[in-house]
């Protein structure tokens, strides 16, 4: 009975969550954007969802029956309330230089060639290159998915940071929780359609390939540096 109730709390708290962000989505005023950004502009329902999910979030991990799909499913509601309101408000995909991007994509994807005497983005076309194969195999403009490239980016970089701490602890709450919080302090703006946000993600694979690869410490006198934390 105790975890029937148990997950038709989570339940009621994800759909909660969920059904609050969809009306701060219908009731956001833009006209009140202000030196704070979108904040002023959001009702109340979207700090409520919110904190729905930071609530569900936190008895999740905090319950003795943890369970790693029902914290995914609050870290990826978390992702797109955090990172898909604004490409679901926004008309045009935001930070000027994505059209930059968005012209080297066009250039490369409609020629088929590099004019490395042109700029720098044409000896580093790896990122750019790989969207106009996109496009062409697609047949979606890069314009079309460019204001959801902060979600997909933040999913990308959570499987990148799961598949890395798990090279430093076993306990599936500290990863999780370790998740949470870099989603919750990533507010860097590194994450739009931009070689920096594919870059990261890169770098998180390597580090976690480093670390997981890494042979285990030996002898007596050294330990583990999180073999305490691998319970938790």
Same mark, same amino acid.
Request: contains cysteine; glycine residues 8%.
């Given at each position: ?14 759909v ?32 409520g ?11 999740a991990?905090?319950? !003795? ?14 992702v ?8 679901v408000?926004?008309p045009?995909? !935001?930070?000027?230089?994505?059209y ?14 590099? !004019?490395?005497?042109?700029d ?12 106009a194969?996109?496009e !062409? ?17 933040e999913l ?11 090279g430093?602890?076993?306990?599936e709450?500290?990863?999780? #929780? ?28 390597i580090?976690?390939?480093?670390? #997981? ?7 007596a ?5 999180? #073999? ?5």
């Open positions: 009975l105790l975890e029937s109730k148990y997950w038709w709390a989570h339940g009621a708290l994800l909660g969550a969920g059904c609050w962000w969809l009306l701060a989505l219908e009731h956001t005023d833009l006209n009140r954007i202000s030196g704070y950004g979108l904040l002023p502009a959001l009702p109340p329902t979207y700090y969802a919110l904190a729905f999910l930071t609530v569900g979030f936190v008895l991990v905090s319950n !003795r029956s943890f369970s790693s799909p029902l914290a995914a499913t609050y870290v990826v509601l978390l797109f309330v955090l990172h898909g309101t604004t490409a408000l926004y045009e995909p !935001r930070y000027t230089w994505v930059k991007h968005l012209g080297v994509i066009d250039a490369i994807a409609k020629t088929g060639t590099l !004019r490395r005497s042109l720098i983005y044409q000896n580093w076309p790896g990122f750019f290159a790989l969207n194969w996109f !062409r195999v697609s047949g979606m403009q890069a314009i079309a998915y460019a204001a959801w490239a902060q979600v997909f980016f990308a970089n959570v499987a990148a940071l799961l598949f890395a701490f798990r430093l602890t076993t306990g709450r500290l990863q999780w #929780r370790a998740v949470w919080i870099f989603l919750i302090a990533n507010w860097v703006g590194q994450d739009y359609l931009a070689p920096q946000a594919f870059a990261f993600f890169v770098v998180v694979v580090f976690g390939l480093c670390v #997981r690869c890494a042979p285990p410490f030996r002898g006198t050294r330990r583990h540096p999180l #073999r305490g934390w691998h319970s938790l």
